[in-house]
């Protein structure tokens, strides 16, 4: 079985978004060289899997009923 992860926990996703705005950043006179790039990717993914945890946490204690584990497939 493949682990799977959200998107938001991918440093290619990140990368890309990067590789996409860093255009735009040196348009706006900040420049992003090939390193600085990839230790954004990397950080920008270990900060929203970390954010995606707390925010699943959080939607734990708030919610209001149980979770259904039954499998409804049938």
């Given at each position: ?27 706006a ?40 584990l ?5």
């Amino acid at each position: 079985m493949l682990d799977m992860k959200q998107w938001y926990q991918s440093k290619t996703v990140w990368g890309a978004l990067i590789a996409i705005g860093a255009p735009l950043l040196r348009y706006a006179g900040l420049e992003l060289g090939l390193a600085e790039q990839a230790d954004l990717a990397d950080a920008l993914a270990t900060f929203a899997g970390a954010f995606g945890g707390v925010l699943a946490i959080y939607g734990r204690i708030k919610a209001t009923g149980p979770i259904d584990l039954r499998d409804r497939r049938n």
